[in-house]
């Protein structure tokens, strides 16, 4: 959701422009109060200062618009220590969030949104801050304050397609944060059904949160999939356990490919990397799997040498999935170049990538892996077809 920047003053002329007959009855506006101070300079003449809280507001406006976050937050501060009544303690507080946001100064931005609430409850601010308070405290793990935070706007009747679908996809992501799967998956799919079946004269517009409620359910796929370990015991055991794998993982893949189609750089550099990931981790699972016992008793020197060939053999059959994750990786790289945005992802692909190539190049020679194996067998059913 993208939020403008409150406006200290609204006039509405426009609405009353073609009125000629003066009010009936006089128009009040009540003062800002004035706070005068005195000190001495360095000559020892005394100085005299006077502003109010709307001169606060405004210099704080001034260095926010050219990048000074630091000197407008006390100014800021100053507004709600210095004027509680005032009508811009409701604004300041909000802006000085915006503020500490921007400079990655999470508590303090969730300490100026609290107050805002706090303080200010009756604002018309209200509903707009609620939205950064559940992005900050996502930001510091506090899903469960950030639950609440969604929870109370989606009580709300006023949001519009793209808020309303903001506040789902916060909770799913709060419910992923806290480690329930199930509770993140449901709210990522009532996101996702939302904007889907919304008339086309009421769209959700922003993709940033439809790719973010995809991303969590694509997690909560690809997390099943990490939990599923292979036994101990034969092929018969460990099969179920690959092939359940298995199917997770291309239904991991299948939403990631869905956020990265709503084209929002970050979601969209996540997603590559965790395709590569889940080939990654898939490799490491299979390749450090209990080996399967022999058919027949060996010794301890045959053993070894049963255990080394199988772990040979076996590398060479997933040596594709290697190549896979580096594919993927190398495909987001691109990606992010070409849009030029830089996301906290892209150094993670970068490092993994340059890990994946080098174990490629550790792995054992030979023409075997998984894509020969399924051409093989696509030929042979072809042929069985044929006659």
Same mark, same amino acid.
């Given at each position: 959701?993208t939020l403008?920047?409150l406006?200290?003053?609204v006039?509405?002329?426009?609405a ?22 005195a ?8 100085e ?11 210099e704080?406006?001034?260095r926010?618009?050219?990048g ?10 100053k507004?709600a ?6 009508r ?14 921007e400079?990655d100064d999470?508590?303090?931005?969730s ?5 805002l ?6 604002s018309g601010d209200?509903?707009h ?19 609440e ?21 916060r909770?799913?992501q ?17 996101? +996702? $059904?939302y904007? #889907?079946?919304?008339p =086309?004269?009421? &769209?959700v517009?922003q993709?940033?949160?439809? !790719? %973010?409620a995809? *991303?969590?359910y ?7 999939a990490?939990?599923?370990?292979l036994p ?5 055991v460990q099969r179920?356990a ?7 993982? +291309? $239904?991991a893949? #299948?939403?990631?490919? =869905?956020?990265m &189609? ?6 969209? !550099? %996540?997603?590559? *990397?965790r ?18 016992p022999p ?5 301890a ?15 060479r ?12 990786w190398?495909?987001?790289l691109m ?14 692909i ?12 550790d792995?054992?020679a030979?023409?075997e ?12 059913n072809?042929?069985?077809?044929a006659?």
């Amino acid at each position: 959701m993208t939020l403008a920047r409150l406006v200290p003053l609204v006039v509405l002329a426009a609405a009353c422009a073609g009125r000629q007959t003066p009010p009936t009855t006089p128009q009040v506006r009540e003062l800002e109060a004035m706070r005068i101070t005195a000190e001495r300079n360095e000559d020892g003449d005394l100085e005299m200062a006077a502003y109010d809280a709307e001169m606060l507001f405004r210099e704080g406006n001034r260095r926010l618009d050219t990048g000074r976050c630091d000197e407008a937050v006390p100014l800021y501060d100053k507004v709600a220590d210095e004027f509680p009544s005032s009508r811009f303690v409701s604004p300041a507080l909000y802006n000085a969030g915006l503020c500490l946001m921007e400079g990655d100064d999470l508590p303090g931005a969730s300490a100026r949104f609290e107050r805002l609430l706090r303080e200010v409850p009756g604002s018309g601010d209200t509903q707009h801050t609620r939205f950064q308070l559940a992005a900050v405290y996502l930001g510091l793990e506090r899903w469960d304050d950030a639950l609440e935070q969604a929870t109370i706007l989606l009580d709300e009747d006023d949001l519009s397609p793209d808020e309303r679908v903001e506040a789902i996809a916060r909770a799913a992501q709060a419910h992923l944060g806290a480690g329930r799967r199930d509770e993140a998956a449901e709210r990522a799919r009532t996101a +996702l $059904a939302y904007a #889907r079946t919304r008339p =086309d004269d009421d &769209r959700v517009q922003q993709v940033y949160m439809l !790719a %973010a409620a995809n *991303y969590v359910y694509a997690e909560t796929l690809r997390l099943r999939a990490e939990e599923i370990a292979l036994p101990e015991g034969g092929v018969a055991v460990q099969r179920p356990a690959l092939e359940r794998r298995a199917q997770l993982i +291309l $239904a991991a893949q #299948r939403e990631y490919f =869905d956020t990265m &189609r709503h084209t929002h750089p970050h979601w969209a !550099a %996540a997603a590559g *990397y965790r395709i590569g990931e889940m080939y990654d981790d898939f490799w490491g699972a299979i390749t450090s799997a209990p080996v399967p016992p022999p058919q027949s008793q060996l010794n301890a020197e045959e053993r070894q040498i049963y255990d080394d060939e199988y772990r040979s053999s076996l590398a060479r059959l997933v040596k594709p999935l290697i190549r896979h994750s580096i594919r993927y990786w190398e495909l987001t790289l691109m990606m992010v170049e070409r849009t030029g945005v830089e996301t906290e992802w892209t150094e993670r692909i970068r490092s993994d990538l340059e890990r994946a190539r080098e174990r490629l190049l550790d792995q054992p020679a030979g023409p075997e892996g998984i894509d020969r194996v399924d051409r093989t067998q696509s030929s042979e059913n072809a042929g069985d077809s044929a006659r």
